[in-house]
Nanobody, 124 residues
Framework: QVQLVESGGGSVQAGGSLRLSCAAS????????MGWYRQAPGKQRELVAT???????NYADSVKGRFTISRDNAKMTVYLQMNSLKPEDTAVYYC??????????????????WGQGTQVTVSS
């Protein structure tokens, strides 16, 4: 009933920028927290940044000052602006959302959802 679709990944040289987008769709009533996580080869998935419904943000120390998370509630979309990219930012980036929605029986439910992931590759 809920889908998260990411876009905007790609390859860039160190120092470059990329902007990721993640749009939610479905019988959504509201979205609480939204966030971005990443997973590099051989490593665990880690938090990159989160934003609450009232626009409070939280960042991993490794991206503070370089990445900016934002959201457009009307479009049910979360963004991640990534500047001054480094090779160590190379990973698959996943969006995540805490969503209240109606199921097929029109019952209100709440769930945590992930996008399919988008690859970000930063070359030196």
């Amino acid at each position: 009933q809920v889908q998260l679709v990411e876009s905007g990944g790609g390859s860039v040289q160190a120092g470059g920028s990329l902007r990721l987008s993640c749009a939610a769709s479905g019988r959504i009533l509201s979205i609480k927290d939204m966030g971005w996580y990443r997973q590099a080869p051989g490593k665990q998935r880690e938090l990159v940044a989160t934003v609450t419904s009232d626009d409070s943000t939280n960042y991993a120390d490794s991206v503070k000052g370089r990445f900016t998370i934002s959201r457009d509630n009307a479009k049910m979309t979360v963004y991640l602006q990534m500047n001054s990219l480094k090779p160590e930012d190379t990973a698959v980036y996943y969006c995540n959302a805490d969503v209240s929605y109606r199921d097929s029986l029109w019952i209100s439910r709440r769930g945590n959802y992930w996008g399919q992931g988008t690859q970000v590759t930063v070359s030196s």
